[in-house]
């Protein structure tokens, strides 16, 4: 309904040393475009793309492709969505965003602004399967009914290892996250071996926080932190019952 998902757009204030991080783990840089004014690199390990913006973003935004875009956000208002800005005169780059109950902002735009470099089937980078969008939540069902009207679709919500919902799309899950453990949304990733990736990546020097769950078990599950403040979510498959079966490369 919103269109086809983009990239995870994050501002940052050192881009180089934001895409030397992602690059460590494993995530690939992507050819990029001139539609941005400022700085602008995209990573992606093959699922997930993250675009790094030496800009002035707000936050982390959930962007989106929508061509014909002004039609579309008269559709969607039509529907009772608010777009908090819209700009859609046709002498700029058209893009439209509204905000979610949690406050997290997802903008659509009306172009690709990146082309996706090849990679090899089954890349994966070194955090494992990229599940899903955290996002921390105190009401469930606001946020719910907002998802669902953009249409994702509604799973049985989760009590282990801490209270979660899941909506999933064709290109982008969100994460309904209610827990004080988390004031910021993060970046889940999963694995059923997700030990050895820790493992892998203490050795190359990352650092891992326990900044998550008391019910996380710190030898199996982390966090980390990239430069720019992004949390990196990393879940033993076996711990919460997800399902990814991605091994190491």
Do not use: C
Request: charged share 25%; aromatic share 8%.
């Amino acid at each position: 309904m919103i269109g086809r998902f983009l990239e995870i757009s994050s501002p940052v204030d050192d881009i180089l040393e934001a895409s030397a991080f992602y690059e460590k783990l494993g995530f690939v840089q992507a050819a990029t475009g001139e539609t941005w004014p400022h700085p602008y690199a995209v990573l992606t390990d093959g699922r997930l793309s993250l675009g790094l913006h030496q800009s002035s973003l707000p936050a982390a935004t959930l962007t989106y492709v929508q061509p014909e875009l002004a039609r579309h956000v008269e559709r969607l208002r039509a529907l009772g969505l608010d777009f908090v800005d819209a700009r859609l005169d046709g002498e700029s780059f058209n893009q439209a965003s509204l905000i979610d109950p949690t406050g997290q902002r997802i903008t659509l735009i009306e172009a690709r602004t990146f082309s996706p470099p090849p990679l090899d089937q089954g890349h994966e980078s070194l955090l494992g399967y990229f599940a899903e969008y955290g996002l921390p939540v105190r009401d469930f069902e606001s946020a719910t009914s907002f998802w669902e009207s953009l249409g994702f679709i509604s799973l049985d919500e989760s009590r282990e290892p801490f209270p979660r919902r899941t909506l999933t799309s064709d290109r982008l899950n969100v994460g309904l996250y209610r827990t004080r453990a988390f004031r910021m949304p993060v970046l889940t990733f999963e694995d059923t071996d997700m030990k050895r990736r820790l493992d892998t990546l203490r050795l190359r020097g990352v650092e891992l926080l326990d900044d998550m769950p008391d019910s996380l078990d710190a030898a199996t599950n982390a966090v980390v932190r990239a430069p720019e403040g992004t949390r990196l979510l990393l879940l033993s498959a076996e711990a919460d019952g997800l399902t990814g079966q991605h091994g190491l490369q």
